[in-house]
């Protein structure tokens, strides 16, 4: 990607009043961030219903003057810088309306794992959630050991999250509402540092940047799109890790939530997410990875001598799906769709399709199965 298109792609998130949906339907409209401000003035002809207050408000070069010095601290402290038509950029999070325009990375991982989840929950956590992260991501790591984890770095059980993977050498991902010219909050440096080896700290906000309050509920978006559920571990009546799940179900991800008892005042959202049918109980990383169809090739092995009838009838990109579930068997939509590339809205209508032709079934929590 070349340095034009992450100084477009940076430039037009500071343009005022086009915000996080209207620059992603300009790019993905246009075709490259550069390319809408090069076209800037063609834009109603070549996007109709484009207001001419976008057109003038794409005129700004302070916002170009202040990518390029973006750009600088980028190239100094060697991070990445992330936009929408990279390769590295998550997968699950670009498909999403309101997909950043940019994100900024520092650590070392694979943003597009096959298995990516996120787990969030209250500030005060109390010894239960604590314990519950630190047992489900011992069990997870032995099932699932390429699983990425995505938290906030906030108190709690974002942080206990984080160290909880870190002890059972799962690569981890913190999700700042700042940007990297800082850590927030600074007593979670250290954790911040340790997770750089096999994880790293990922943001849409330039340096310079507080981490204001309206910042974390803009962040959370970034944590339930780019995974594949969002696990609340304990929350109050109120919370940002219920936005969080509400934005997953919005993405239309699963979401899962840890019970607690009636009378304690931290399981009180968990318990109304699964009495609203919001949230599926969690109880060990065992029936979670089950229900995500998280299983290992080798178990979905089909008998010996055992060969599938081709379906002439079907498309290439019908062929690619059934490929992928015949490899590894039954697999989650999101899984599907980082597998074969191909962008969750047309997965869903592909999959709809092979349901008709009696081909895949539909199982629960969003598992596909070949017929």
């Known amino acids: 990607m070349n340095s034009d298109e992450r100084v477009s792609s940076i430039a037009l998130t500071l343009c005022p009043g086009i915000g996080h949906i209207g620059a992603k339907r300009l790019i993905d409209g246009i075709g490259s961030a550069a390319q809408v401000f090069h076209q800037r003035k063609e834009l109603p002809e070549l996007l109709p ?3 001419p207050s976008v057109v003038t408000a794409l005129d700004c070069p302070a916002a170009f003057l202040r990518a390029e ?6 190239e100094k402290n060697r991070l990445s810088c992330l936009t929408l038509k990279d390769e590295a950029y998550p997968s699950r999070l670009r498909e999403c309306e309101d997909a950043p325009a940019v994100l900024f990375f520092k650590g070392n991982t694979d943003l597009n794992r096959l298995h990516v989840i996120d787990m969030v929950g209250t500030r ?3 010894d239960y959630g604590k314990q519950f992260c630190a047992d489900f991501l011992h069990d997870l790591s032995a099932l699932c050991p390429d699983v990425l984890v995505v938290s906030g770095l906030a108190y709690g059980i974002d942080i206990h999250a984080h160290r909880a993977a ?3 050498n799962l690569s981890t991902v913190a999700v700042l509402a700042h940007g990297l010219d800082r850590i927030y ?3 979670h440096r250290k954790t911040a540092i340790d997770m750089l080896a096999t994880g790293g700290l990922l943001t849409e906000f330039l340096t310079e940047t507080n981490p204001d309050r309206h910042n974390f509920v803009s962040r959370n978006r970034i944590v339930a799109g780019m995974s594949d559920a969002t696990i609340v571990v304990e929350s109050a009546v109120k919370g940002g890790s219920l936005i969080t799940a509400e934005l997953a179900e919005g993405y239309h991800r699963d979401c899962f939530a840890v019970p607690g008892r009636v009378t304690d005042a931290s399981s009180i959202g968990c318990n109304q997410l699964i009495r609203d049918n919001k949230a599926a109980l969690i109880q060990n990383a065992e029936d979670f990875v089950r229900t995500m169809g998280w299983v290992e090739p080798e178990q979905h092995a089909k008998q010996a001598g055992i060969q599938r009838n081709l379906f002439p009838e079907l498309t290439e990109e019908e062929e690619l799906v059934v490929r992928i579930l015949t490899r590894q068997g039954d697999l989650h939509i ?3 769709v ?3 590339d191909i962008p969750v809205n047309r997965m869903s209508a592909l999959l709809f399709e092979l349901e008709m032709k009696g ?3 539909t199982m629960v929590g969003g598992i596909y199965h070949l017929n």
């Open 185 to 187: 909050p600074y007593v």
């Open 124 to 126: 005060r956590a109390t």
């Open 166 to 168: 870190l002890a059972n």
């Open 338 to 340: 980082v597998e074969a």
């Open 49 to 51: 219903g484009i207001s």
């Open 69 to 74: 010095r973006e750009m600088e601290f980028v």
């Open 334 to 336: 999101n899984a599907l």
């Open 359 to 361: 081909v895949v079934k």
